[in-house]
C-alpha cells in the first residue's frame, strides 16, 4: 500500500510581484512511498526538500497558495482536497526548529496539547501521552519545562507531541540541523525505534549520510526542484559524482572504496563502517580475491 | 613569540541564575584557523562573543590583539573582530546586498571610496555581485549565508569568529565558505570556527578547542585531538567516520590520526603493498 503518491507535481509559490511568476519550487516530482517505508531526502540548500514535506501533509499549497498541478496522493487522500486539519491527524509533521512549535509550560502538556484537541476523554489522552513519551525516552523529563531542556531532548518532544496524535506518517524536516552530534544521535535513534517497533512511515529530510547509511530504506536526493536520484543507500552513496551535483556528501567510508581504486586496490563498494572494515580485513586476508 | 590574537585568564561570566564560563584560560595565537567544539550549552557561543566585546567577563579578563576588551567599545573592537552569527537573519536588514555590505565600512567613517572598493571587493570575493541590488531577504538561504559573511569580510577584520555557519548549509555550500576563509586563513587572518561538524573541523582546522561545562578541557592539533577517545566520549562527540575506520585496523598498522579519506587511502595502499610485496 502507498503512503505517499506523487506524479507530475509541480508546485510554484506566489509571485512576490505582480504580473511576475515565481520559478517552480518543485518541479515533475515522481515519488512513491510505501506504507512502513523509511525515506531520507537529501539535497542542496534550496533543492525543495522543505517544499514538498509541506506538500506531504497539504501544508503546500493549502496554506502557502501558490500554483500547483499533478497527483498529490497521501494516505489514500487527495491532499488538496482534504483539509490540512484533518490529514494532520494522520501525517504528523516535524520541524528544523523545536522552538518554533514548543510552547507548553511542561514537556507532558505539551505532548497533551494535540489529543486534547481531538476531543478524547482524559484516560485516552494520558493513554497517549504515556506512549508518545515512552517511545521517545522522555519519562524522566516529563514535568520539566521546554527551558531546561537541551536541544536533542527538545527536538524529541516536538516528534512526542506529533506521535501522540497516533499519525500513520510521521515527516521530518531536518529535525537534527543545529544539534549536536548527542542530540542528533538521540533523534535517530527515535526515529529507528519508531520505524522498527511501530512500521511508521518515516520521510526524513537530512543532511547526515552516516546516519542514512545506517538506517534508513530509501534514499531520494534532490536538485533544483527535482528528484535526481532515489535508490537504496547502498547504490545511491555509490554515485558520488551524481551527489556532488545535489550538494550531498556520502558518508566518508563509501569514498575510501573509490580513492582506494585509484591507487589500485580494488574493494567491494561499502557505506557503513562495520562493512568497511569487513571489506578491507579481508582484502588483507585474500590479497587476491 | 607569535603575537596573541587573544588571551583569556581565569574568565568567568554567568547569565542571570546559570553559570555559562566557569574559568577559562586559553591564548589564541594570531593567523591560526583554530575550532570550538562542545556540546549545545557548554558556553561555545558565550566564549565567542567575549572576543567582540558584547559580553565581558563577570571576573578574569579578555585581552584581544593586547587589549582588555573591557577598556574597549564594542564598535572599537568590530574593527578587529568580524563575528559571523549563526543565523544570518540576525545580520542582514538592509534592502540591497550592496547597502548591507557598505553599512559596516561606513559606520567605520571611511571616505566614500574606499567604502565602494570594500563593497565591490566583497561582491567579487563572495561571488555576489549579480545580487548587488537585490533585496536580501528575496535570496536562498546559502546566499543570504554568504551575504552576512561578505559584510564582515568588508569591515576588514584581523579575527573571524564564525559561530556554527555551516549549520543549515549543505555540504557543498559548507565547503565553499570555508574555502573563503581558508583563503584569508591564508592571507593572514585568525579564524575562530565553532562547529558540531567533525569532518570539516578535520578538515579545515589546525588546532581545536573542546569545551565542557563552561571551561576549556581539550586544546590539540585535530590528529591527537580526536585520538582521545575517552575524552571525547564523555563530551559525546566522536572522531570523522573515517578516522573511526582507521582506528579499528589500527592492529593492521593504520595510524589512528588518519583525518581524511586521501589520507586514509595512502596509508592503507601503502600498508598493502609493503604486506603483499605487490608495489
Keep these: 500500500m502507498l503512503a505517499v503518491e506523487f506524479h507530475e507535481f509541480y508546485y510554484r509559490y506566489p509571485a512576490a510581484r505582480p504580473n511576475e511568476a515565481a520559478p517552480y519550487a518543485l518541479r515533475g516530482i515522481e515519488l512513491e512511498v510505501e506504507v512502513g517505508e523509511f525515506v531520507a531526502l537529501m539535497g542542496h540548500t534550496g533543492a525543495g526538500k522543505s517544499t514538498l514535506c509541506m506538500a506531504m501533509n497539504g501544508l503546500v499549497p493549502q496554506a502557502t497558495g501558490g500554483a500547483v498541478r499533478g497527483v498529490q496522493r497521501v494516505l489514500g487522500h487527495e491532499a488538496r482536497a482534504v483539509p490540512v486539519a484533518r490529514l494532520a491527524r494522520q501525517v504528523g509533521l516535524v520541524f528544523q526548529d523545536p522552538e518554533s512549535q514548543l510552547f507548553s509550560p511542561s514537556v507532558e502538556q505539551e505532548v497533551a496539547f494535540g489529543p486534547e484537541n481531538l476531543g478524547l476523554s482524559v484516560d485516552a489522552i494520558a493513554d497517549r501521552v504515556d506512549w508518545a513519551l515512552d517511545m521517545l525516552d522522555l519519562q524522566p523529563l516529563r514535568k520539566r519545562g521546554p527551558t531546561q531542556l537541551s536541544g536533542g531532548q527538545k527536538q524529541r518532544v516536538a516528534i512526542a507531541a506529533a506521535l501522540a496524535m497516533q499519525p500513520e506518517m510521521l515527516i521530518l524536516d531536518e529535525p537534527t540541523s543545529g544539534l549536536d552530534p548527542l542530540g542528533t544521535a538521540e533523534v535517530f535513534a527515535a526515529i529507528e525505534r519508531l520505524c522498527a517497533e511501530r512500521e511508521m512511515t518515516v520521510v526524513l529530510a537530512t543532511q547526515e549520510a552516516e546516519q542514512v547509511a545506517q538506517s534508513a530504506h530509501r534514499v531520494v536526493v534532490m536538485s533544483e526542484g527535482s528528484i535526481l536520484l532515489d535508490a537504496p543507500p547502498v547504490t545511491a552513496f555509490m554515485q558520488p559524482e551524481l551527489l556532488a551535483q545535489a550538494g550531498v556528501a556520502p558518508p566518508q567510508v563509501s569514498l575510501v572504496a573509490a580513492a582506494l581504486k585509484e591507487r589500485g586496490i580494488v574493494v567491494p563498494a561499502f557505506h557503513r563502517l562495520d562493512e568497511a572494515e569487513k571489506a578491507l580485513r579481508g582484502l588483507w586476508q585474500h590479497p587476491h580475491g | ?279
Aim: charged share 25%; proline share 6%; with cysteine.
Design chain 2, 1 to 279: 613569540m607569535a603575537e596573541l590574537a587573544a588571551r583569556f585568564r581565569g574568565v568567568h561570566y554567568h547569565y542571570p541564575g546559570v553559570p555559562a564560563l566557569e574559568g577559562v584560560d586559553f591564548e589564541l595565537r594570531a593567523g591560526e584557523f583554530c575550532a570550538l567544539v562542545g556540546q549545545n550549552g557548554s558556553g561555545k557561543s558565550t566564549l565567542a562573543k567575549h572576543l567582540n566585546g558584547l559580553l565581558k567577563p563577570v571576573s578574569g579578563f579578555v585581552e584581544v590583539f593586547g587589549r582588555d576588551t573591557r577598556s574597549q567599545a564594542v564598535g572599537e573592537l568590530a574593527r578587529k573582530v568580524g563575528y559571523v552569527f549563526q543565523n544570518p537573519d540576525h545580520q542582514i536588514f538592509s534592502a540591497r546586498v550592496r547597502d548591507e555590505l557598505a553599512f559596516g565600512p561606513r559606520n567605520l567613517r571611511l571616505p566614500h571610496d574606499e567604502v565602494e572598493r570594500r563593497v565591490d571587493e566583497a561582491l567579487d570575493g563572495f561571488g555576489l555581485r549579480a545580487y548587488a541590488d537585490m533585496p536580501p531577504a528575496t535570496l536562498g538561504f546559502g546566499l543570504r549565508r554568504l551575504v552576512s559573511v561578505a559584510a564582515v569580510f568588508a569591515m576588514r577584520p584581523s579575527l573571524f569568529v564564525l559561530d556554527e555557519p555551516t549549520a543549515e548549509l549543505d555540504w557543498r555550500s559548507a565547503h565553499e565558505l570555508l574555502d573563503h576563509f581558508r583563503e584569508l586563513h591564508q592571507q593572514g587572518h585568525t579564524i575562530l570556527l565553532i562547529s558540531h561538524d567533525m569532518e570539516l573541523v578535520a578538515e579545515y582546522a589546525e588546532r581545536v578547542l573542546l569545551m565542557q561545562a563552561g571551561r576549556i578541557v581539550a586544546d590539540a592539533p585535530p590528529g591527537a585531538f580526536f585520538g582521545q577517545t575517552a575524552r571525547l566520549r564523555e563530551a559525546h562527540l566522536s572522531p570523522p567516520q573515517v578516522m573511526r575506520l582507521a582506528q579499528r585496523l589500527g592492529d593492521l598498522g593504520m595510524p589512528p590520526e588518519t583525518l581524511t579519506v586521501d589520507a586514509f587511502a595512502d596509508a592503507f595502499a601503502r600498508l598493502w603493498r609493503e604486506a603483499h610485496h605487490a608495489g
